[in-house]
């Protein structure tokens, strides 16, 4: 029994000083049930993403999704956390609650609000994603991971500044677009390649544009069984999907290669009976740029070493051959953790049905291919949607 997405609902990504954990909350699932065409009693599932590694006071925050409609009220709620992958693993718990036949209808909401958090506080909570045994005397927190990793990538294969800044300017560019992003300026490459004092270097040979932004926001999409699928206005199905889980210390494994999500790649791909070439967009987590860079090799776009082929060709522009992070990214629309994955299934799913913003729409797309990771590839989160109606 397969799933499909029938509704969402999505926040501008940013600072939302009137908002709370709560009211995110209510707000997308709201609007999504409306979406969707559901009343809240249809639903039979509700999963809540919600990382919550001390950016919220409230804590045990599943049973906040019932304050947006009392007919959700006794309904099965769970909320899951895979660090920056949360919002992908309520997505593929609700999408195995309907293939198990144990659902027909699932509510899933992903939220965060990080924007409350003191900085230094932020970088404590974030670096809680990686192996704090060995990690956590990392200078520049989270930021100094992928610092790391970054100098490492060039001592291997060459300085990559240049391919950095490109990707930084790609994904500030394509988030002009996007009324969901939370930095909607095109600051072109020169500024993006260039250390300034508006452009400073965070960690190792990573500057300021080279890393996500801190956020606040919440998006919501509904699941539906085949069947009810049917009855629906538009629906979006999951053609493949996949979870690799890797090792968390970074000693055991080659940080370099993400060979988790290169493995997520392969099976999802398997799973929907299709090649790399045949998808008409990705969605990839961008947390750092040198993420997406490594992300180009992972997903088999070019071999290990040459990623920079594929953004100084073009290939990953919006007009490229394989269009990559279209909505901005992580880079520009921004991270709130626990909505990312979420986000990425939403924005994918208007993409399919030609219900993008203007000037955001991937012409003719018939297949989309998300990545979303938590920690540094550790968890590893693929799907390969497709419109089924």
């Known amino acids: 029994m ?164 490109m990707i930084a300017a790609k994904n500030h560019k394509n988030g002009v677009d996007n009324p969901y992003a939370q930095m909607r300026r095109d600051f072109g490459y020169a500024f993006c390649r260039e250390e300034s004092e508006k452009n400073p270097y965070v960690a190792g040979p990573l500057k300021r544009t080279d890393c996500s932004l801190v956020s606040d926001g919440a998006a919501a999409l509904v699941l539906a069984d085949e069947e009810t699928a049917k009855s629906m206005r538009r629906a979006v199905g999951f053609r493949g999907i996949a979870h690799v889980q890797d090792f968390l210390p970074l000693s055991r494994r080659d940080i370099l290669k993400f060979e988790g999500g290169a493995r997520a790649w392969q099976q999802a791909l398997a799973a929907a009976g299709v090649a790399l070439d045949d998808l008409s967009f990705v969605e990839t987590h961008d947390c750092f740029t040198i993420a997406e860079l490594i992300e180009y090799e992972a997903m088999g776009l070019t071999k290990e070493g040459d990623g920079a082929r594929a953004i100084k060709e073009g290939w990953t522009q919006k007009d490229g051959k394989l269009p990559v992070n279209v909505s901005g990214g992580l880079k520009a629309k921004g991270h709130p953790i626990g909505a990312t994955g979420v986000s990425m299934h939403v924005l994918s799913a208007m993409q399919l049905v030609g219900e993008a913003p203007e000037g955001m729409q991937v012409k003719d797309a018939r297949l989309g291919g998300i990545f979303n990771m938590g920690g540094a590839a550790v968890a590893n989160y693929v799907s390969v949607l497709e419109r089924v109606k």
Not at 23 to 44: C, E, H, K, N, P
Not at 49 to 73: I, K
Not at 116 to 128: D, F, S, V
């Open 2 to 165: 397969s799933a499909a997405i029938v509704g969402w609902a999505h926040t501008p990504f940013g600072k939302q000083d009137t908002e709370t954990v709560e009211s995110l909350i209510v707000r997308v699932a709201t609007d999504a049930l409306i979406d969707a065409g559901i009343t809240a009693d249809q639903v039979d599932e509700i999963v809540l993403g919600h990382f919550n590694a001390g950016f919220s006071a409230q804590d045990f925050t599943a049973s906040l999704v019932l304050q947006a409609d009392p007919a959700l009220r006794f309904k099965p709620a769970t909320r899951v956390e895979n660090a920056c992958a949360t919002g992908s693993a309520a997505v593929h718990q609700g999408v195995r609650a309907i293939k198990a036949g144990a659902a027909k209808v699932v509510l899933v909401v992903g939220v965060e609000q990080m924007t409350t958090t003191p900085g230094p506080e932020i970088g404590k909570n974030l670096l809680k994603a990686s192996y704090l045994a060995q990690e956590s005397d990392v200078q520049g927190g989270f930021a100094g991971v992928f610092g790391k990793i970054a100098s490492s990538y060039f001592q291997r294969h060459g300085d990559q500044s240049d391919a950095l800044a």
